[in-house]
């Protein structure tokens, strides 16, 4: 099991990409979140000659196909075939209020859309004419002048982010590899999502290893009761937020927790000052060993093996905890 880090709070992405390779890390993932995860991706491959750099993820519908065919392809000559494109859908609400986009069938949706950006590479990389023509996407022309220069390194494999059946089954379909969501668990895992996966890889005669399984988890510890406790509760307050998505409730349910959802959906629409902190204290120790790794730096590589191992091909540690990265050396020991 590989493990990766995440650059997205990084406050100098060329250092700490440059760190983390050092370190052992074998790749760096940047979300689109409150920032551009390109820009972020650009500047890690300029600093780094070893790991991967990949978005986690990047919103796929708030872009035409043919903008994010440009920017990965030159990201995959820029990191010298080192790029992952992980894509995303986000929810209605924020492709439709915040990026001004259209939104329908979701699953169908990135279907056609990998399509297209699979159908300009070809154009660009073995001279096969543009010709896609979709319900939602249509790309019929592309020029010399607006071809980009072949390089030795093709187009960047194409990673696709699911939680409910229907996408993730889609990733066995037709995606090099399934970002699985960090609300989710091992049992949910086991259960639900790579059975979806392997129905995906059936339809298409595909095998496991043609896909790669990747998992932001959580994980809490520290160095001192200090760090164990911050951490702690930036855990809990981040299942507590993401189980109040009521697309994330099937996770709940799988436990018998559907309740919690309703709970935290009810607080996340409440007009309390202090909703988030009362969503967070709903998140008991049961709930946090379930979603989360509870284990210190010493021991939180053979606890995340004995979890994932099998389940999971890369992981790596949410960020946003505030355990400084060189605590988590023992764990990149302990998963090389």
């Known amino acids: 099991m590989l493990?990766?880090?995440?650059?997205?709070?990084a406050e100098d992405p060329a250092a700490t990409a440059r760190d983390l390779e050092e370190r052992g890390y074998a790749g760096v993932w940047a979300s689109?979140?409150?920032?551009?995860p390109f820009l972020l991706l650009h500047t890690a491959a300029l600093a780094t000659s070893r790991v991967s750099v990949g978005t986690g993820i990047a919103v796929a519908f708030a872009r035409s196909p043919m903008t994010l065919a440009y920017t990965a392809y030159d990201?995959?000559?820029?990191?010298?075939?080192?790029?992952?494109?992980g894509l995303g859908t986000q929810i209605q609400a924020h492709v439709e209020r915040r990026?001004?986009?259209p939104w329908s069938a979701p699953a169908a949706r990135m279907r056609e859309y990998l399509g297209a950006l699979r159908a300009i590479w070809a154009?660009?990389?073995d001279d096969v004419p543009l010709r896609f023509r979709g319900e939602h996407y249509r790309h019929t022309l592309m020029t010399p002048m607006f071809t980009p220069a072949r390089h030795a390194w093709g187009a960047p494999p194409v990673h696709l982010a699911a939680v409910g059946p229907?996408?993730?089954?889609?990733a066995g379909e037709a995606a090099d590899g399934l970002l699985a969501h960090s609300f989710t668990t091992e049992r949910y895992l086991r259960e639900r999502t790579l059975p979806a996966l392997h129905e995906g890889l059936d339809a298409e005669g595909r095998s496991r290893a043609d896909v790669q399984v990747s998992l932001p988890g959580f994980v809490v510890g520290g160095r001192d009761d200090a760090e164990r406790s911050a951490a702690a509760a930036a855990v809990r307050g981040q299942i507590a937020f993401y189980g109040s998505t009521p697309a994330y409730r099937p996770v709940l349910e799988l436990h018998g927790w559907g309740d919690l959802g309703d709970e935290l959906h009810a607080l996340s629409t409440s007009r309390s000052?202090?909703?988030w902190q009362a969503m967070a204290d709903l998140v008991d120790d049961e709930v946090l060993g379930t979603f989360a790794v509870v284990a210190d730096p010493d021991e939180a590589g053979a606890a995340l093996l004995a979890r994932f191992d099998g389940l999971v091909d890369r992981f790596s540690i949410y960020p946003g905890t505030g355990v400084p990265l060189a605590a988590w050396d023992p764990v990149v020991q302990a998963l090389r």
Do not use: H, I, N, P
């Not at 689109?32 to 551009?36: L, M, S, T």
């Open 273 to 275: 000052e202090d909703k």
């Open 166 to 170: 229907l996408m993730t089954r889609l």
């Open 3 to 9: 493990l990766d880090a995440s650059l997205t709070t």
């Open 75 to 85: 990201l995959q000559r820029y990191s010298r075939g080192r790029f992952v494109l």
């Open 32 to 36: 689109e979140v409150a920032q551009d």
């Open 99 to 101: 990026f001004s986009m």
């Open 123 to 125: 154009t660009w990389t």
